[in-house]
């Protein structure tokens, strides 16, 4: 069982950056592959980011060159950093473990936290 606890959401003005952290809970963080997904009203979950136990990473076209993902596995924690926000990045931010797999490694995720909001004004 893992629990995920994300933080770091908020308003920015467009062009902007912030920094999303996602604790999890137990002793098995370095064994599986973490995610970020958003959801914005009225819009389908999309996957945002993939960091893989091995540190590989894969990412949505809409944020590459954007948004970086990464993890501490001695503090169990994962992170997105977000430049260059845009309005349409505004969603809830979601962290999400599992053990990846698919063509973009988007499915397979188990555990699931909260989320956190991110507002980008224009």
């Known amino acids: 069982q893992v629990q995920l606890v994300e933080s770091g959401g908020g308003l920015v003005q467009d062009g902007g950056s912030l920094r999303l952290s996602c604790a999890a809970s137990g002793r098995t963080f370095s064994s599986y592959g973490m995610a970020w997904f958003r959801q914005a009203p009225g819009d389908q979950r999309e996957c945002v980011a993939v960091i893989t136990r091995g540190g590989n990473t894969n990412y949505a076209d809409s944020v590459k060159g954007r948004f970086t993902i990464s993890r501490d596995n001695a503090k169990n924690t994962v992170y997105l950093q977000m430049n260059s926000l845009k309005p349409e990045d505004t969603a809830l931010y979601y962290c999400?473990?599992?053990?990846?797999?698919?063509?973009?490694?988007?499915?397979?995720?188990?555990?699931w936290g909260q989320g956190t909001q991110v507002t980008v004004s224009s």
């Open positions: 999400a473990a599992g053990n990846p797999y698919g063509w973009n490694l988007c499915e397979g995720y188990n555990y």
